[in-house]
């Protein structure tokens, strides 16, 4: 079975300034995907990043980037020059590698609220 | 195009009534998802529709919950006999086979309160 922990149910960040978000997982597969996916008071999820497991270099996207360690399983976000827009609850996935394909479901972390402030 | 859609926003139904959730995914995505949102539970996974395959409906909590979809796009989440424990948002996403293009689209979700 894959668990996705993260251990920081709140986390609040003064505006401009870095904030990392972190992330733990447990599985036996050897190919799989990471996610942090974004969900702002509107209910709409938002993929903010994605890494696969089998490439070495973290991921970045503009003012998100992942530290992704594999062999400690842990994968953090970290967001830089903090914008008041990046408050939302922040939740970390995981996703095997299906068959070959790149389907299949999402297993979550519980989330953390992420409150950025003036 | 358009986004995955959901509908309604919002129900609240007694308990013991069934109620019926809508999908629609984004035009030409072949995987269909959905999760459950809950305070206590966080988000759970449902079901799974993928093509013409048999669907995954190892998340479905009871045989109360179950799930369709039409001609490989629209989907209609049921749940019979409501209990206020099925008081959640209900999510689905979809998604597309490609392997450079994975990410599941979500919906805006359906908030049900059961009272």
């Known amino acids: 079975a894959q668990t996705v922990t993260q251990s920081q149910p709140e986390m609040s960040v003064q505006e401009a300034e870095t904030v990392t978000l972190s992330c733990t997982y447990d599985?036996?597969?050897?190919?799989?995907?990471l996610f942090w996916y974004k969900q702002p008071p509107s209910r709409q999820m938002i993929l903010v990043i994605r890494?696969?497991?089998?490439?070495?270099q973290n991921a970045t996207e503009n003012r998100f980037s992942v530290n992704f360690q594999k062999a400690a399983k842990s994968f953090s976000l970290k967001i830089s020059d903090s914008q008041l827009g990046d408050t939302a609850m922040y939740f970390c996935?995981?996703?095997?590698?299906?068959?070959?394909?790149?389907?299949?479901?999402?297993?979550f972390g519980r989330g953390t609220q992420l409150t950025v402030w003036p | 195009g358009a986004g995955v859609s959901q509908s309604p926003s919002n129900k609240v139904t007694e308990k013991g009534k069934d109620v019926e959730l809508r999908c629609d995914p984004i035009?030409?995505?072949?995987?269909l998802y959905w999760y459950r949102q809950s305070l206590g539970q966080g988000l759970e996974f449902l079901i799974y529709?993928?093509?013409?395959?048999?669907?995954?409906k190892s998340g479905l909590p009871s045989d109360r919950f179950s799930a369709e979809r039409t001609g490989g796009s629209v989907s209609t989440l049921t749940i019979q006999r409501t209990q206020q424990e099925d008081s959640a948002v209900y999510l689905c996403?979809?998604?597309?086979?490609?392997?450079?293009?994975?990410?599941?689209?979500f919906g805006p979700g359906t908030r049900l309160t059961v009272t």
């Open positions: 996935a995981f996703m095997k590698q299906h068959r070959g394909s790149t389907l299949g479901r999402l297993y």
């Open positions: 599985t036996s597969e050897s190919n799989y995907y």
């Open positions: 529709f993928q093509g013409n395959s048999a669907p995954d």
């Open positions: 996403a979809s998604s597309f086979p490609s392997g450079a293009t994975y990410e599941q689209y």
């Open positions: 035009s030409g995505h072949t995987a």
């Open positions: 890494q696969e497991a089998y490439k070495q």
